[in-house]
């Protein structure tokens, strides 16, 4: 299960360049890790809701995926990876695969096509327990439509639909904890994670994480947050300082939880104020300005109630 | 080489794949995205240590790796976004303006 | 051969279900098609099936996870009425115009609002333009046998289309009557076995399904979608000739009942049309020419056949147990006019009748064909646009 990248290089890429999301946007790089832990003779079939990611990797007559893959609409991915899924069972039932045939089931959704409109679709092939994996990318807002605010929208970030005015600034209403609901369906595996700059391993937690969720059987669900720069406001470059400041203030931290329980899977010897993560993006410009100080002790005081109790039910200590 | 060879603008109805399907897998890489680019990134072999580190960052599979090494990157579909420079702890990718 | 039966419309469309044993089905209760997932549960967990049978949350995700199982390479079905249907419509044209040949039995119930669970016709109206080949039947024979041929319909390389078996809910959905049941094996041998070009599970080949189609092609998969449908009634015809010859039961694009030398004629759909052969008997018994056409295939709509069939008539009512609320006439009224239009001179009214399950009784029919027969008469019209049985 280790992680080696110089062996992980050797496999197929499953994920082709070509496709159209922005330069440097997070999310085809989530897409190319948890792939990546597919085992290489592993057939795989893949699903996305509409969104940034499926429209840009799939426009007519042009696929990047090397997998089988289909999208059909934006709130169903749940949905429709549950039939393919059922499909391939009865398929072997009948014999009309070969036995020794594996193939793996994941469905990849934006935040909004998760979160929001495909929640219920998500919930239901979560609770039938299709052997399906459900990677949502999180990159916090609505991105394909233009920045629209979501229910993983962070407070106070200033999106389309959640304009920082001069009244109200900026989204209202704390983020939706849907790792948390997830594992409220008693799911075999359920995690959080990101791809991470070096000096919290790369791509080490994304990986395995990814390896677990494929290779457990039942329905597995990954929260991964997937940076936009576009919609973040900030340079590309730095796509994994994004991330890493994430989980350095613990505004995204990484745990997963295996049959009911809970690990961190890493806890900062020293957490960082939230000001590291909010300044480093444009969507919080406002929040800085004179007079504002409170949104960041509102956000800060969110940030430390929600990892309390993520320290409180650690455990493995 | 050309993933889909036929002629893109004069397909009849009649030819087109039905429902959209598309039996090329990866046909996407006939897309040239590196014309997107404003910086292009200039990997120095030399001082390359092939930790690879380089590779998994890379949004567009633009990290050419070949038997496990890095070799070079894909400028079809490299965009230039700076994050394989940004990452590589030794230094040996650039990034310059496109010239 | 086959075997007599008694059995309800949604009995005998699980039974056909289990003949077909298709490899999924997706499903979600709503009155009145809520019994055949519930047989066929029974049928699944009584090991007569290999089916996956997959009870979804919601008939958005019976539609969706229909197409994920089907462009996966699996043979599928679903059942739904009313707002179930409207639940699955943005699905509907998704399954349609991906060329999944899904099979859905649409038991007809009123669409809300206000919510009403009795039989008329305006959910699978309001999918007329999906892109599903709609088969409508009278009887339960009819529901069960249409179900057998829509498969075959469906899958028919020159369609690829989904297909609409619907029948009127309780009318036919919850009566029980005798119907003709073919053998399991024939069953199996008339359906064959789903064999689709290119799938996702296929391990010889990797497809991607849904683009993103831009305006260069979007045009284009149209245009060819339209074709399909254009073939489909060709290959009804075919596929009814062959079940005909394996059951000696003969299905078209409409039945014509008394059509022969007849002046005035009703055009309707579905289980009233017993109801109204009993009054078209009854008429002829006096002399009186009157005729009925219930139309089978409803899409692809038979515009040709129909013109052939009421060219010459003196006066047509089309009975529409659906409004499409254009001020002007229901959905069937104006799909026949359109086809008349240029081709035959026919006077036509219509009808909008038993909305939200109002009982259709043959005096309510009498009132039709007398004022056809005064149409024929005098030659005008006095309204095109009528309610049929409504409380002044
Ligand atoms: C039923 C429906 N409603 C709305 C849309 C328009 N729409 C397409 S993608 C999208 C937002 C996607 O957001 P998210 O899931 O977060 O993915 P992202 O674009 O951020 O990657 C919206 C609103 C749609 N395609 N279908
Ligand atoms: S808008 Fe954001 S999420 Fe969408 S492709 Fe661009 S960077 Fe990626
Ligand atoms: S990250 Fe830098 S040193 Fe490592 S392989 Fe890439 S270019 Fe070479
Ligand atoms: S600049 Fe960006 S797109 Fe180009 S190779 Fe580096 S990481 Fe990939
Ligand atoms: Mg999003």
Not at chain 1, 149 to 171: E, H, L, M, N, Q
Not at chain 2, 70 to 88: L, R, T
Not at chain 3, 363 to 388: F, H, M, Q
């Amino acid at each position: 299960m280790a992680f080696k990248l110089k062996e992980e290089a050797l496999k197929p890429e499953r994920l082709t360049g070509g496709h159209r999301m922005c330069a440097g946007c997070g999310a085809p790089v989530v897409v190319r890790a948890v792939l990546r832990a597919l085992k290489a003779e592993d057939q795989a079939v893949i699903c996305s809701a509409t969104g940034c990611l499926e429209v840009s990797t799939f426009m007519y007559p042009y696929t990047a995926w090397n997998d089988s893959f289909i999208h059909s609409a934006f709130e169903n991915a749940g949905a429709t990876i549950s039939g393919a899924e059922a499909a391939y069972k009865a398929m072997k039932k009948k014999g009309k695969l070969p036995a020794d045939q594996t193939i793996k089931f994941i469905a990849f959704g934006g935040d909004g096509g998760t979160y929001d409109i495909g929640l219920q679709s998500l919930s239901g092939a979560m609770e039938r327990g299709h052997d399906m994996v459900y990677v949502c990318y999180d990159n916090g807002a609505y991105m394909n439509t233009g920045i629209q605010r979501s229910s993983a929208t962070p407070r106070f970030a200033d999106t389309t639909t959640s304009p920082a005015g001069s009244s109200v600034p900026g989204k209202q209403q704390q983020r939706k904890d849907l790792t948390a609901i997830m594992a409220a369906h008693h799911l075999p595996y359920v995690a959080q994670t990101a791809p991470l700059g070096s000096k919290h391993g790369g791509f080490k937690d994304l990986h395995e994480k990814a390896e677990k969720a494929i290779y457990t059987e039942g329905a597995c669900f990954l929260n991964v947050l997937a940076p936009c720069p576009r919609g973040w406001r900030y340079d590309t470059p730095k796509l994994l300082e994004m991330t890493d400041i994430a989980v350095d203030t613990c505004v995204w931290p990484l745990y997963e939880i295996v049959d009911g329980k809970l690990t961190l899977s890493y806890i900062p010897k020293e957490k960082k104020p939230v000001e590291e993560y909010l300044k480093a993006q444009g969507r919080f410009r406002h929040v800085f300005k004179k007079g504002n100080e409170w949104m960041i002790e509102e956000i800060q005081k969110e940030v430390d109630r929600t990892w309390e109790d993520l320290l409180n039910r650690n455990e493995t200590k | 080489m050309k993933k889909i060879n036929w002629d893109l603008n004069n397909i009849s109805w009649k030819d087109i794949t039905p429902g959209g399907i598309v039996e090329v897998p990866g046909s996407a890489s006939d897309t040239i995205t590196g014309e997107w680019r404003s910086d292009k990134p200039i990997w120095d072999k030399d001082k390359c240590k092939q930790c690879l580190i380089c590779f998994p960052v890379c949004p567009d599979s633009s990290i050419n790796v070949s038997e496990g090494k890095m070799v070079g990157i894909d400028y079809d579909h490299c965009k230039g976004c700076g994050i394989c420079a940004n990452q590589c702890p030794f230094g040996a990718i650039e990034m310059v303006r496109e010239g | 051969m086959g075997k007599r039966d008694r059995l309800s419309g949604n009995e005998a469309v699980a039974v056909a279900m289990r003949q077909i044993n298709p490899d999924v089905v997706a499903a979600f209760p709503i009155t009145p098609s809520t019994e055949v997932p519930q047989y066929f549960a029974a049928f699944a967990n009584d090991g007569l099936v290999d089916t996956e049978f997959v009870p979804v949350e919601s008939e958005h995700s019976a539609m969706s996870a229909c197409i994920g199982a089907e462009a996966a390479g699996a043979r599928t079905m679903t059942a739904t009425s009313a707002n179930g249907l409207a639940y699955m419509w943005e699905m509907l044209y998704i399954a349609a115009s991906s060329r999944l040949p899904i099979v859905l039995a649409a038991v007809n119930r009123a669409l809300s609002g206000p919510i009403n669970i009795h039989n008329d016709h305006s959910d699978t109206m309001g999918a007329r333009d999906s892109g599903w080949v709609q088969l409508y039947g009278e009887t339960n024979q009819e529901a069960y046998d249409n179900f057998i041929m829509a498969v075959k319909i469906a899958e028919h390389p020159d369609v690829c289309l989904p297909v609409m078996d619907c029948y009127d809910g309780f009318i036919t959905s919850h009566s029980v009557e005798v119907i003709e049941l073919l053998d399991d094996q024939d069953v199996k041998n008339f359906v064959g076995e789903y064999k689709p070009k290119a799938y996702l599970n296929n391990p010889n080949g990797k497809v991607s399904m849904g683009p993103l189609d831009m305006p260069a092609y979007y045009f284009e998969h149209k245009r060819q979608q339209a074709e399909a449908m254009k073939n489909a009634k060709r290959v009804i015809l075919e596929v009814s000739e062959e079940f005909y010859k394996l059951t000696g039961r003969k299905y078209g694009l409409f039945e014509e009942y008394k059509m022969e030398d007849a002046e005035v004629a009703i055009v309707l759909l579905n289980s009233t049309a017993g109801t109204a052969k009993a009054v078209v008997d009854e008429l002829r018994s006096k002399g009186v020419k009157a005729g009925l056409i219930k139309i089978r295939v409803f899409r692809p709509f038979p515009v040709d056949e129909i013109v052939a069939a009421l060219k010459g008539l003196k006066a047509v009512a089309v009975m529409d147990k659906a409004d499409g609320f254009n001020g002007a006439g229901g959905p069937l009224f104006t799909d026949i006019t359109s086809a008349l239009y240029g081709k035959a001179d026919v006077k036509v009214i219509n009808y909008i009748y038993g909305l939200g399950g109002r009982d259709v009784r043959t005096d309510d029919i009498e009132v039709v064909y007398d004022e056809l027969l005064k149409i024929a008469e005098t030659g005008s019209v006095k309204s095109v646009y009528n309610y049929l049985g409504i409380k002044e």
